[in-house]
């Protein structure tokens, strides 16, 4: 059975959590019979068309962005020719080109989306949008959230819940490396104290602002690994608060990110806005057997982290909850360890690619069977 995966975005040229999650999703599949290609923009398509991992990323030119939506006059013609040849097209929401080339492909097959987030950054278009994405939502065979607290809060999947099948994202353990001593001894080198540990794209929603506001009254060191569009500024607001407890590592190999988990007291992620739909840092942060913080913002990030049972989850941009939260983390030893072993065990049940892969492909065969 042949899949077309469709996003503004892709592997060679971008590395975000969508695309981590489609990369996954076409790994996973491929062991239950899905050859998966994948259709994207670029702007050197020629260049970054190749193979990866068993599947074919594919690219079309990107012509320009607008408000984090990229344009293409090739994607039309690629995207038909492509299609022609899927038995099934697999869209990724949101992306307001990818509902325009839908419709006027008029391929004909199979279709469903993974509904990632919803618009949030952009909430200034979204009533011009607005019809073209009910009508898109509306015509696609089956919608895919990754958590069902997601579906729940989401304003627009509630007009959909009849077609939703919830899918959490999963990840693959072994394709993770092994950190060797010598990341060990970097890790333990660079932060000699016990540290909470972040990991991921230093953006706007990550409240990362708010974790530095909390850190003045934080019991160990904090320690922030990942760059991003606020890095700068993240670095002036902890030179100018003061916070010498705040260490920022920038990019980090993945060795040394695991190393980083392995040596970490836990996980926090203090996003605070629901552009942070699902949160894959604190899966590999479960995966690795780690207590976790994180916010209710009424997306997947209190989905994979349980509250009470995985770690804590605390109100949205409260540094005196998020300090409170870590402090408890580091004054109980032998709770957060049995938070650890809760969130080891919700990854082998939820949240592995294995079961995520088994799960698309029956939902593929049930939307191609449906369509014979």
Not at 93 to 118: C, I, N
Request: net charge positive; proline share 6%; hydrophobic share 40%.
């Amino acid at each position: 059975m042949k899949v077309l995966h469709f996003f503004k975005t892709y592997w060679p040229d971008t590395f975000g959590g969508v695309e981590r999650t489609i990369h996954a999703i076409a790994r996973s599949t491929a062991r239950h019979g899905i050859d998966t290609e994948v259709l994207s923009l670029s702007r050197t398509p020629d260049e970054a068309t190749r193979p990866l991992d068993g599947h074919l990323a594919t690219k079309a030119r990107l012509d320009f962005e607008l408000a984090s939506t990229g344009f293409s006059r090739q994607v039309f013609r690629k995207f038909r020719a492509l299609s022609a040849k899927a038995d099934l097209i697999h869209y990724h929401f949101p992306w307001p080109l990818m509902d325009v080339v839908h419709f006027q492909s008029r391929h004909g097959k199979p279709t469903l989306v993974t509904y990632h987030s919803d618009i949030v950054k952009q909430r200034l278009i979204l009533p011009f949008y607005r019809p073209l994405m009910m009508r898109f939502l509306g015509d696609v065979d089956a919608i895919v959230p990754t958590s069902p607290d997601y579906l729940q809060s989401s304003p627009v999947l509630g007009a959909f819940r009849a077609k939703s099948t919830v899918i959490p994202i999963g990840i693959d353990e072994g394709t993770y490396p092994s950190p060797t001593e010598a990341d060990n001894d970097w890790c333990r080198s660079t932060i000699p104290e016990p540290f909470v540990l972040f990991v991921g794209v230093l953006r706007y929603y990550k409240g990362l602002d708010v974790l530095i506001q909390a850190a003045e009254q934080v019991r160990c060191k904090i320690v922030i690994a990942g760059s991003g569009p606020i890095e700068n500024q993240l670095k002036l607001q902890a030179d100018t608060l003061r916070r010498d407890n705040v260490i920022f590592l920038g990019e980090v190999t993945e060795p040394r990110k695991m190393a980083l988990l392995d040596n970490c007291l836990g996980f926090v992620l203090p996003s605070n806005q629901r552009s942070e739909a699902y949160g894959l840092s604190l899966v590999e942060a479960a995966m690795c057997g780690k207590p976790m913080i994180s916010c209710e913002i009424g997306t997947g990030t209190s989905y994979v982290n349980e509250a009470g049972t995985t770690g804590l989850v605390v109100p949205p941009s409260d540094p005196q909850r998020l300090a409170e939260a870590i402090n408890r983390l580091i004054a109980s030893p032998t709770e957060a360890a049995g938070w650890g072993r809760a969130a080891r065990d919700r990854y082998v049940r939820l949240f592995t690619a294995d079961r995520m892969g088994k799960s698309y492909a029956e939902l593929y065969r049930r939307l191609a069977g449906r369509a014979r």
